[in-house]
């Protein structure tokens, strides 16, 4: 479809999307009724999704492993849902995250294929907008969505809302614009769920001439629709992580005249304004952040609660959505599945660094679903657990948790996914053929610092003379030649995001010298 259909059609999507939003009020049901039902619909969703599409990714590694509707059915009565999906797992009926993107050819013995990203695009419902995950200097995966996939986010944003105290309260976003479309997603699910954002700040420029002209068009164009459906919704203004006197200046108003607000922001972005608070003597007790996008350390969580803020943490992916939220009850880092979404189990595997893990297969539930997925990994690690508490999502039965997500072969820092392929081409191709010295001489690292993330490019000292400002800006350019690379290099660029020190590169335990290390 191209850009000007693909446009018309998001516009009138759009429209009924905003005058027609979900029935918050209901959504604790909803989500409860699901829940209990979550098996029978896993069998509708490969009722409807997998078994009719012959050529289907899930449907030819289901048929090599010589398994009918019967056979899926029977096991999910004698195992439950995670143990069925466990078996068809060492059956090999599971996708690795670079079997999914197409990076490897998918073997199973005989069967041998190549996945495109669109195989797994939900044939029921055409897409109404192109959402994508957030790579940077490599290419951005789009992932194309449904309206109807937004309206689910937006019962469970209802829900988040209700669990915390905040549905009715003054809600603002504090998220990028387009290109990055998680900001986008936020306000449209938060409008159908009846917390639109009342503000929206923009750490990176939506007007930045870098970002594709229609990109920059829709950040204008979207308000100006909400606005003739009767649901109308803030454009993104520019405010830079390093000055949140704006978002700062709009929750001291909220609180004042309401007693409460919520804000949905970056972790690194959330610690700023705590920060930023805490200097100017400003209490912001009656504040929830809504947290995503990296994760939520204990050091980021400790400074955002030491501001009197509370502090959600949202766990979400690009092919899936929002897929774990954290109650008051959870410990740091450890979040509620969002089980009426989706289903998930683990398998053992080696991160770039040597180290085991556990990785994580996704199995979408819904025929709503974004994307289809079934024992999906989707490159992230993370170990799964059990939590019973009296909370909106307790109650409805979600017992199981995550803990302590990280990436396998990517590195999130200030709230930008970085993709594992483009640092190493930027560590081992780009620097040294600018500045000298080999792959060994060069590596970016992230730390901590006071709960907010830093990139650092260490440089070896051995290099010789080297002018720091021109290796950083050096980064910053190669970032800019995407869309995707210009949201990185946008919040990158932010005073102390950034910098340049002449070191030797760090090894891990095992000796290794990474391109991109975490500290």
């Given at each position: 479809?191209?850009?000007?259909?693909?446009?018309?059609?998001?516009?009138?999507?759009?429209?009924?999307f905003?005058?027609?939003?979900?029935?918050?009020?209901?959504?604790?049901t909803?989500?409860?009724?699901?829940?209990?039902?979550?098996?029978?619909?896993?069998?509708?969703?490969?009722?409807?999704?997998?078994?009719?599409?012959?050529?289907?990714?899930?449907?030819?590694?289901?048929?090599?492993?010589?398994?009918?509707?019967?056979?899926?059915?029977?096991?999910?009565?004698?195992?439950?849902?995670?143990?069925?999906?466990?078996?068809?797992?060492?059956?090999?009926?599971?996708?690795?995250?670079?079997?999914?993107?197409?990076?490897?050819?998918?073997?199973?013995?005989?069967?041998?294929?190549?996945?495109?990203?669109?195989?797994?695009?939900?044939?029921?419902?055409?897409?109404?907008?192109?959402?994508?995950?957030?790579?940077?200097?490599?290419?951005?995966?789009?992932?194309?969505?449904?309206?109807?996939?937004?309206r689910?986010?937006?019962v469970?944003?209802?829900?988040?809302?209700a669990?915390?105290?905040?549905?009715?309260?003054?809600?603002?976003l504090?998220?990028?614009?387009?290109?990055?479309?998680?900001?986008?997603?936020?306000?449209?699910?938060g409008?159908?769920?009846?917390?639109?954002?009342?503000?929206?700040?923009?750490?990176?420029?939506?007007?930045?001439?870098?970002?594709?002209?229609?990109?920059?068009?829709?950040?204008?164009?979207?308000?100006?629709?909400?606005?003739l459906?009767?649901?109308?919704?803030?454009?993104?203004?520019?405010?830079?992580?390093?000055?949140?006197?704006?978002?700062?200046?709009?929750?001291?108003?909220?609180?004042?005249?309401?007693?409460?607000?919520?804000?949905?922001?970056?972790?690194?972005?959330?610690?700023?304004?705590?920060?930023?608070?805490?200097?100017?003597?400003?209490?912001?007790?009656?504040?929830?952040?809504?947290?995503?996008?990296?994760?939520?350390?204990?050091?980021?969580?400790?400074?955002?609660?030491?501001?009197?803020?509370?502090a959600?943490?949202?766990y979400?992916?690009?092919?899936?959505?929002?897929?774990?939220?954290?109650?008051?009850?959870?410990?740091?880092?450890?979040?509620?599945?969002?089980?009426?979404?989706?289903?998930?189990?683990?398998?053992?595997?080696?991160?770039?660094?040597?180290?085991?893990?556990?990785?994580?297969?996704?199995?979408?539930?819904?025929?709503?679903?974004?994307?289809?997925?079934?024992?999906?990994?989707?490159?992230?690690?993370?170990?799964?657990?059990?939590?019973?508490?009296?909370?909106?999502?307790?109650?409805?039965?979600?017992?199981?948790?995550?803990?302590?997500v990280?990436?396998?072969?990517?590195?999130?820092?200030?709230?930008?996914?970085?993709?594992?392929?483009?640092?190493?081409?930027?560590?081992?191709?780009?620097l040294?053929?600018?500045?000298?010295?080999?792959?060994?001489?060069?590596?970016?690292?992230e730390t901590?610092?006071?709960?907010?993330?830093?990139?650092?490019?260490?440089?070896?000292?051995?290099?010789?003379?080297?002018?720091?400002?021109?290796?950083?800006?050096?980064?910053?350019?190669?970032?800019?030649?995407?869309?995707?690379?210009?949201?990185?290099?946008?919040?990158?660029?932010?005073?102390?995001?950034?910098?340049?020190?002449?070191?030797?590169?760090?090894?891990?335990?095992?000796?290794?010298?990474?391109?991109?290390?975490?500290?």
């Amino acid at each position: 479809m191209g850009p000007l259909r693909q446009g018309i059609r998001y516009a009138r999507g759009l429209h009924r999307f905003l005058r027609d939003p979900v029935d918050a009020a209901a959504a604790p049901t909803t989500v409860r009724d699901e829940q209990r039902r979550r098996a029978d619909r896993f069998l509708a969703s490969l009722e409807h999704l997998v078994w009719p599409i012959e050529d289907s990714p899930h449907r030819l590694l289901l048929d090599h492993a010589g398994l009918e509707r019967a056979d899926v059915a029977q096991l999910v009565v004698r195992e439950g849902l995670e143990g069925a999906l466990e078996v068809l797992r060492d059956q090999g009926v599971r996708l690795s995250h670079d079997e999914a993107r197409g990076a490897t050819p998918v073997r199973r013995g005989s069967l041998v294929f190549t996945v495109s990203p669109q195989d797994l695009v939900n044939p029921l419902h055409p897409p109404d907008l192109i959402a994508g995950t957030s790579g940077t200097t490599g290419p951005s995966t789009a992932v194309p969505m449904s309206f109807r996939s937004l309206r689910r986010m937006a019962v469970n944003l209802a829900l988040t809302d209700a669990m915390w105290g905040v549905d009715g309260a003054p809600h603002a976003l504090w998220r990028p614009g387009l290109p990055s479309s998680g900001g986008l997603i936020a306000a449209l699910a938060g409008a159908a769920g009846g917390n639109a954002p009342m503000a929206w700040f923009s750490p990176t420029d939506p007007a930045d001439p870098s970002i594709a002209r229609r990109k920059r068009l829709a950040n204008r164009m979207t308000p100006l629709l909400a606005a003739l459906s009767g649901n109308p919704l803030p454009a993104p203004l520019h405010v830079p992580t390093y000055a949140p006197d704006a978002v700062l200046a709009w929750v001291r108003d909220a609180i004042t005249q309401q007693g409460r607000a919520a804000l949905n922001a970056y972790p690194s972005s959330a610690v700023a304004l705590a920060v930023s608070a805490s200097e100017r003597s400003s209490a912001l007790h009656g504040l929830v952040i809504r947290m995503v996008g990296e994760p939520v350390t204990p050091a980021k969580l400790d400074a955002v609660r030491a501001s009197g803020a509370e502090a959600i943490d949202a766990y979400a992916f690009a092919q899936l959505g929002v897929a774990a939220t954290s109650c008051r009850e959870c410990a740091p880092e450890e979040l509620h599945l969002l089980e009426h979404e989706a289903a998930v189990i683990d398998r053992p595997g080696v991160r770039a660094d040597g180290e085991a893990v556990r990785l994580l297969l996704w199995t979408s539930l819904s025929t709503d679903a974004r994307m289809v997925l079934l024992n999906t990994e989707n490159d992230d690690h993370g170990s799964i657990g059990e939590r019973h508490c009296d909370c909106l999502l307790g109650r409805a039965g979600m017992t199981r948790t995550i803990r302590q997500v990280r990436g396998v072969s990517r590195s999130v820092a200030r709230g930008v996914t970085v993709c594992g392929d483009a640092l190493v081409r930027l560590v081992e191709q780009d620097l040294p053929s600018r500045f000298g010295g080999h792959p060994l001489q060069w590596q970016l690292v992230e730390t901590e610092r006071d709960g907010q993330a830093v990139v650092t490019v260490r440089a070896d000292p051995r290099l010789g003379e080297l002018d720091v400002d021109e290796i950083r800006q050096a980064v910053l350019d190669s970032l800019r030649q995407t869309d995707a690379g210009a949201l990185a290099a946008g919040v990158w660029s932010t005073p102390g995001g950034l910098v340049v020190q002449r070191a030797r590169p760090v090894t891990t335990a095992a000796g290794k010298t990474l391109p991109y290390h975490v500290i």
